[in-house]
C-alpha cells in the first residue's frame, strides 16, 4: 500500500511541476476583467470554435455573473473527412450531411452545458459552412440563393434553428446579427479572427463589422475582440500541451492589440472536458482541438483604422493605405528581399450610413503585369481610373473613391502572388475616412 501511495503522490507531484514549470505569456496584456455588468455575445463561424477559443472565457464570464449568449454561423454540415472518419463509412446523401450537421448542433449544446450555459442561450442560424465568404463576395441582390456543396440546398434546412427557412443570401445573415445584437446589446463580442484561414471565419468577422456599422447610434457599441483558429503551424505544438501558453503567431506577434485571459488549472481542465464533447470532430482532429486547452486564450481587439487626407496607415506588414486626392492608395512592399510580386487581388467593399450596404459596389481587383481586371461581385466590370506604379521598390495601387460609391468606410484586403510564394494574405481591414 506504501508503495502504491508514494507512486500516486510522485505522479501527483510531477504534473503540478509539469503544469507549473511551462511558459505563460505574462509579457501579454492581459484581457480586461470580467463582471456582472457584462453582457458578452460570442460569434462562432461552425460549432466548436466557442468552445476551442472561448470555454476558459465563457467560465470566467459565469463565475463573475455576466451574461453569455452565443450565435452559431453554421451547423458545420460540409467537413466530409471528419464525418467519414466519425462514421467508419462513405458519407454521400445530403441528408447524412444534413443529419451531420443537427448532430454538431447537439455536441455544442452538450458542451456548452457541460460549461454551465442553459439552452435559451444558443442561437443557431445554420447558413452553409464553407459558403458564407462566398455569399459575402459575391451573392449581395443575387436572383438565385448561394447552393450549399455537400447538402445541395439553397436554404436553412435545420426546423431547430432561429433561421429555419431562410434562403441563402447575405442579407439574410446581416439581417439575423443585426437583430440578435440589437435585442441582446452586448458590451462585447467575441468573435473570429478577419485573417484566420478558414473562409466562414473570415466572413463571420466581415458581417460583424457591416452589422456594427449599421447598428451605429441605434445602440451603444460594443468592444470586439478577435479570437484565431485557423492559422499555418499554429498553435504550436499542435498537440495537447496544457502547461503551455498560446502566443501569438510569429507573423502577428508584432501586431497591437493583443490580450491574454489567464485559466486556472481547473479552467484548463474543465475546457479539455468541454472539446471531447466534440465527437464528430475529435475522431479526426483532437491532436489539433486540445493544443487549444492551455494556461490562457488569446485575443486581440478589433482597430479601425482612420484614414484622414495625406495619412499612411497600416496593421499588418504586407499592405500600408494613404488617402490621397479621393483615391485609396494601396502601398505594397517585395516579400522578401528580390522576390517580385506577380499578381495582386484586392477587395474593397464600402459602406455608407444613407445607402444599404447590398446595394454598394463590391468590388474585387485583380493585377497582373500592368492589366487590371476587376468585377462587383460575380460580375465583371469596367473600370476608368485605377493604376499602378512602382516607386522605391513600391507597388502602390491607386483606387478612386468614386468606384466604390465614395463610401465613408471600408472593408479592404490584399493578397499577394509572388514567384516564390503561392500567396499572402492581409487581414480584412476596417477603414474610415475622415
Given amino acids: 500500500m506504501d508503495k502504491i501511495i508514494k507512486k500516486a503522490l510522485f505522479i501527483a507531484l510531477c504534473y503540478i511541476f509539469y503544469f507549473c514549470s511551462g511558459s505563460f505569456a505574462a509579457d501579454l496584456p492581459s484581457l480586461p476583467p470580467l463582471n456582472k455588468e457584462d453582457r458578452i455575445l460570442i460569434l462562432a463561424p461552425h460549432p466548436d470554435d466557442e468552445g476551442i ?12 455573473k455576466a451574461q453569455v449568449e452565443i450565435v452559431y454561423l453554421t451547423n458545420g454540415d460540409n467537413n466530409e473527412v471528419a464525418f467519414i472518419i466519425y462514421e467508419k463509412r462513405l458519407v454521400f446523401r445530403k441528408s447524412e ?54 447538402t445541395r440546398v439553397t436554404k436553412v434546412p435545420y426546423k431547430e434553428n432561429l433561421s429555419y427557412g431562410s434562403s441563402y443570401l447575405p442579407e439574410n445573415i446581416l439581417a439575423d446579427l443585426e437583430k440578435l445584437i440589437e435585442d441582446y446589446k452586448p458590451n462585447k463580442i467575441f468573435v473570429s479572427y478577419p ?21 451605429e447610434g441605434k445602440m451603444p457599441l460594443p468592444k470586439v475582440y478577435n479570437y484565431l483558429v485557423h ?23 508584432d501586431l497591437s492589440g493583443w490580450a491574454s485571459l489567464e485559466l486556472s488549472q481547473d479552467e484548463v481542465d474543465k475546457k479539455y472536458q468541454a472539446i471531447l464533447n466534440y465527437k464528430s470532430q475529435t475522431e479526426s482532429s483532437a491532436f489539433y482541438l486540445l493544443a487549444f486547452a492551455r494556461r490562457n486564450e488569446l485575443f486581440q481587439e478589433t482597430s479601425t483604422l482612420n484614414l484622414a487626407s495625406g495619412d499612411t496607415v497600416s496593421l499588418d506588414g504586407y499592405a500600408r493605405y494613404m488617402l490621397k486626392d479621393n483615391q485609396v492608395n494601396i502601398i505594397l512592399k517585395h516579400l522578401d528581399g528580390d522576390k517580385d510580386i506577380s499578381r495582386v487581388g484586392i477587395y474593397l467593399f464600402g459602406w455608407r450610413s444613407d445607402v444599404a ?35 522605391n521598390g513600391q507597388m502602390i495601387i491607386k483606387v478612386p473613391l468614386l468606384l466604390l460609391n465614395s463610401p465613408q468606410k471600408a472593408l479592404v484586403s490584399v493578397r499577394i502572388f509572388s514567384k ?3 500567396y499572402v494574405q492581409s487581414i480584412w481591414n476596417q477603414l474610415e475616412f475622415k
Fill in 53 to 64: 477559443a472561448c470555454s476558459g472565457l465563457i467560465q470566467e464570464a459565469l463565475k463573475n
Fill in 97 to 150: 450531411f444534413i443529419r451531420m450537421g443537427e448532430l454538431r448542433r447537439k455536441e455544442a449544446i452538450e458542451a456548452m452545458g457541460f460549461l454551465g450555459l442553459n439552452t435559451d442561450k444558443f442561437f443557431f442560424l445554420g447558413y452553409p459552412d464553407f459558403g458564407t465568404f462566398t455569399m459575402f463576395t459575391r451573392f449581395w441582390k443575387s436572383p438565385v440563393p448561394f447552393k450549399s456543396m455537400l
Fill in 195 to 215: 485573417a484566420d484561414r478558414n473562409r466562414d471565419h473570415r466572413a463571420l468577422n466581415l458581417f460583424l463589422a457591416v452589422s456594427l456599422w449599421d447598428l
Fill in 231 to 253: 492559422h499555418f503551424g499554429w498553435p504550436s505544438p499542435l498537440k495537447y500541451h496544457p502547461e503551455d501558453s498560446l502566443y501569438p503567431p510569429d507573423d502577428m506577434k
Fill in 357 to 391: 450596404f447590398a446595394d454598394m459596389p463590391k468590388i474585387f481587383l485583380s493585377l497582373r503585369a500592368g492589366d487590371v481586371s476587376a468585377y462587383n461581385g460575380k460580375n465583371p466590370i469596367k473600370i476608368e481610373g485605377v493604376s499602378q506604379v512602382i516607386e
Fill in 420 to 422: 516564390d510564394v503561392p
